[in-house]
């Protein structure tokens, strides 16, 4: 979402919001994929211990790639 919404710079320097569609799919995206997640420990039923570890990797990867895709959004880097 940071690639089609970028933002115009710090949030300190601009007086208009990120934009509210990017926020909100970014959002969205990030709970879709912890139903995912969820989906894919519940239905791997003889190999659960299996499906959560690699699931929780999975799930560690994409948490910082939305924190940087939030950070493009918002333009507040670290």
């Known amino acids: 979402m940071g690639v089609l919404y970028p933002a115009d710079g710090p949030s300190f320097l601009r007086s208009t919001p990120p934009h509210p569609l990017a926020n909100n799919a ?17 239905r791997m039923k003889g190999f659960r211990w299996f499906a959560a570890s690699l699931v929780t ?7 910082g790639a939305f924190f940087v895709s939030g950070m493009a959004i918002t333009g507040d880097w670290l």
């Open 57 to 63: 990797l999975l799930e560690m990867i994409l948490l």
């Open 26 to 42: 970014c959002a969205f995206l990030g709970w879709l994929s912890l139903a995912l997640a969820a989906f894919w420990v519940y």
